[in-house]
């Protein structure tokens, strides 16, 4: 099984205090609960919009959102 | 009303506990605490010779080979603990997690009473495997006798050669959450006792400068039987994936409550049999107030962290909570829900909001809320809470009220049609603690 280098979203939920900037950023992958918290799915951020991604971490008043290179498996193709 | 607090202080001991290589055993047969029993009956602890460099590795060795997994709740498997610590760097601190915060598990509280030895043994044993320089033996303030019980067995020791590591007894304050072993050693470093945030467990907890390798009490007493006697002994009882004897402590809706040593993959129903239920078993609470319910129809379920997962069970602490067809399951797990939310460290907007709001709608339901949105609604906030706190505080909410939502799917359905439970307004087959509302903190 390969496994490759992608980008993933961590929230630090104990720093995290609802501002909503990361799902005004970037509705594709935050969305937000019924308080305001950001829900993320943990997957890998698709190449467009890393660059979004990364501004989304930068501009948190918390620096609750975090950007962080992680291993991902890839399923074998074919065979 | 049986209750966590006034749960039979003598531990039932079934008779797999009459062997000598078990937990109670050794109190079963000298029916005192003191040192001098517990060497009559054990014989003195394998401790290392001074300057046997090989002795650490034979210790986890053998840890290894008896297959021991940790007691607290995880399962995890101890000789991978004892890995991870040991190849951090040598010196550090043993803790003895004996918080037990969790209301209806009295375990750990039995060992410290009745077997305080084999607890320190095992504490000592670890201590000298890691190259430790300190163990703290962690019991909560509330239980100011359990404390005195474990100071009196270390004073004890003192002037033998079963005490090579220095014990300190520490009470952190906190309860339920405190108990958690990132929080754990956050306090014990002077910080504020609250979970923090380990996106990768593997690099291990620091007290100080030192790793620390935090045990359940429970798992600490079994490696000083397995030092001791072999873990072949350890493997005789058990299944071959889930070896060993292991602490229950059964509650609710039963006339014998207690603390019962069973060797895993007895199946759940002869467990909870033992206690004697008041009444026709309607389902049981497993792993505690963050475990899950399962119906009768799981009591043919062998009691190991694999069979009870795929009944839809956990084995987690050992705890069992019995409710009887005499009880309502949406109004028990309404008051657990309740009780967690109030446990809450505070740190997490999730787990704040999401706990109280998830207990509320519980409530409304076992009410009888004539709203046909009701289970929908719960379901989707249980959903949100699920796996977005720092510890798993609210991971453990998610799944017990999901499993009551399953469990307990004819009683939801019929109150979220306006029908309130017949059952609502009888006493609590709980601990008595829900009734006291919100835990300090």
Redesign the interface.
């Known amino acids: 099984m390969r496994s490759v280098a992608e980008t993933v979203i961590k929230v630090n939920p104990i720093a995290c205090q609802a501002y909503g900037y990361c799902a005004e950023l970037l509705p594709e992958l935050v969305t937000l609960d019924a308080w305001g918290y950001p829900i993320v799915d943990g997957g890998p951020v698709p190449r467009h919009l890393v660059e979004l991604a990364r501004r989304a971490a930068k501009d948190c008043p918390r620096r609750a959102f975090l950007l962080e290179k992680a291993r991902i498996r890839q399923a074998p193709t074919g065979d | 009303m049986p209750s966590a607090t006034d749960t039979r202080t003598d531990p039932f001991i079934t008779d797999a506990a009459h062997d000598r290589a078990t937990l109670l055993g050794g109190w079963r047969a000298q029916r005192n605490p003191d040192l001098r029993s517990h060497l009559a009956w054990h014989g003195a602890p394998p401790l290392p010779r001074p300057g046997d460099a090989t002795w650490p590795e034979r210790f986890a060795a053998t840890i290894e080979r008896s297959g021991l997994s940790g007691r607290g709740g995880a399962s995890f498997p101890s000789a991978v603990k004892l890995e991870q610590v040991r190849s951090a760097r040598r010196g550090g601190s043993v803790v003895v997690n004996a918080m037990e915060g969790e209301p209806a598990s009295a375990k750990d509280k039995v060992l410290l009473s009745y077997v305080p030895h084999l607890v320190l043994d095992g504490a000592e044993l670890a201590a000298c495997a890691l190259g430790a320089t300190q163990i703290v033996v962690c019991v909560a303030p509330e239980h100011p006798d359990i404390a005195a019980a474990v100071r009196r067995a270390v004073a004890e020791r003192v002037p033998s050669a079963l005490a090579p590591v220095a014990v300190e007894v520490r009470c952190p304050p906190g309860r339920y959450v405190a108990g958690e072993e990132s929080a754990l050693v956050s306090w014990l470093n002077g910080g504020p006792g609250a979970p923090?945030?380990r996106?990768d467990k593997r690099n291990p907890l620091m007290i100080g400068r030192g790793p620390a390798l935090v045990h359940n009490a429970e798992t600490l007493a079994h490696m000083a039987l397995i030092a001791r006697y072999g873990p072949a002994s350890f493997r005789a009882a058990g299944a071959p994936d889930a070896p060993g004897t292991s602490l229950v402590t059964v509650s609710g809706g039963v006339d014998h409550p207690g603390v019962y040593e069973v060797a895993l993959g007895t199946t759940l129903g002869a467990i909870v049999d033992q206690a004697r239920p008041t009444s026709g078993v309607a389902a049981v609470l497993t792993g505690g107030f963050g475990g899950a319910w399962v119906g009768a129809g799981a009591l043919g379920t062998p009691y190991a962290p694999a069979p009870m997962a795929a009944a839809g069970g956990v084995v987690g602490a050992g705890v069992l909570v019995v409710l009887t067809r005499r009880a309502c399951g949406i109004a028990e797990t309404a008051r657990v829900a309740h009780y967690m939310a109030g446990q809450s460290t505070g740190?997490?907007?999730?787990?704040v909001?999401?706990l109280p709001?998830v207990a509320e709608d519980l409530e409304r339901l076992a009410a009888g809320c004539d709203d046909p949105g009701a289970t929908a609604r719960l379901g989707r906030?249980v959903a949100?809470v699920d796996g977005?706190?720092?510890c798993r505080h609210p991971d453990g909410v998610a799944r017990m009220v999901r499993s009551a939502m399953a469990v307990f799917a004819r009683d939801a359905a019929l109150h979220g049609a306006g029908q309130p439970c017949a059952f609502r307004d009888e006493p609590s087959v709980l601990p008595a603690i829900l009734g006291s509302g919100k835990a300090t903190r």
């Open positions: 923090s945030w996106p740190q997490c907007g999730p787990c909001f999401g709001a906030r949100t977005r706190g720092a």
